[in-house]
């Protein structure tokens, strides 16, 4: 589930994960079964609900959340119901010593290997309902490198203050699935359908999608 500090949406999907490389035949790859909640609340009794009903119909789901912010109270009462969670620390660095090298924290780490998913057709969403929004948000996340030429992504409040983005709450929370250092239920291969849509950025900006293959050469290169 995603949401944090700065939302507009707080965001509850059902996926399956399988791999836990960043690339060839091992990469990390993703299908979203279902988002039965996208919307902009912090009600915790509704949320908490939505992850119960969820929780019942797949037992040994791992439940992922960001419980910083607007999530603490969530995480609070999760417990309280006896539903244990993994925490997500957005700001924190990479578990790996190779990744810190290559980026400079989890969640740009997160999103530049969704992106790759989304470029090598590792992600699939079968939930359509909200794809526009997360098309929008996909192509609208501002990126460079920074002193150390490692990925970076700008975090959220920056996007607001500095871009006038809105918060790309359903990204982050597909964007949980990449992150190294989570440990998921073993699930059976199943055949893919790429997800589809221009990569382009809708602001005149380039997205982290536009020159992912030549900038992650530069950086890889860079840091060895």
């Not at 309280?80 to 010593?97: F, H, K, M, P, T």
Request: with cysteine; hydrophobic share 40%; glycine share 8%.
């Amino acid at each position: 589930m995603g949401g944090g500090k700065v939302r507009d949406d707080s965001v509850i999907m059902i996926a399956k994960v399988w791999g836990e490389a960043h690339f060839r035949e091992r990469a990390r790859r993703v299908e979203i079964i279902e988002i039965p909640l996208c919307k902009n609340t912090d009600n915790i009794h509704e949320l908490a609900g939505v992850i119960d009903n969820a929780m019942s119909r797949y037992p040994n789901a791992t439940l992922v959340l960001d419980a910083n912010g607007a999530g603490t109270g969530l995480g609070q009462h999760l417990v309280s119901l006896g539903i244990s969670y993994v925490a997500i620390n957005w700001g924190g660095q990479c578990w790996n010593r190779q990744n810190q090298k290559i980026y400079a924290n989890k969640r740009s780490q997160a999103i530049t290997c969704m992106s790759r998913a989304i470029a090598e057709g590792r992600l699939t969403i079968k939930d359509k309902r909200f794809r526009k929004k997360l098309q929008e948000q996909m192509t609208r996340l501002p990126y460079t490198f920074d002193d150390r030429t490692r990925w970076w992504v700008m975090p959220k409040e920056q996007m607001k203050s500095k871009k006038g983005l809105k918060s790309p709450d359903m990204a982050d929370a597909i964007a949980f699935l990449f992150l190294d250092g989570i440990h998921y239920v073993a699930a059976n291969d199943e055949e893919f359908i790429p997800l589809s849509g221009d990569s382009t950025s809708t602001n005149g900006e380039p997205s982290l999608l536009d020159e992912l293959e030549q900038l992650e050469q530069a950086a890889t290169q860079t840091a060895a």
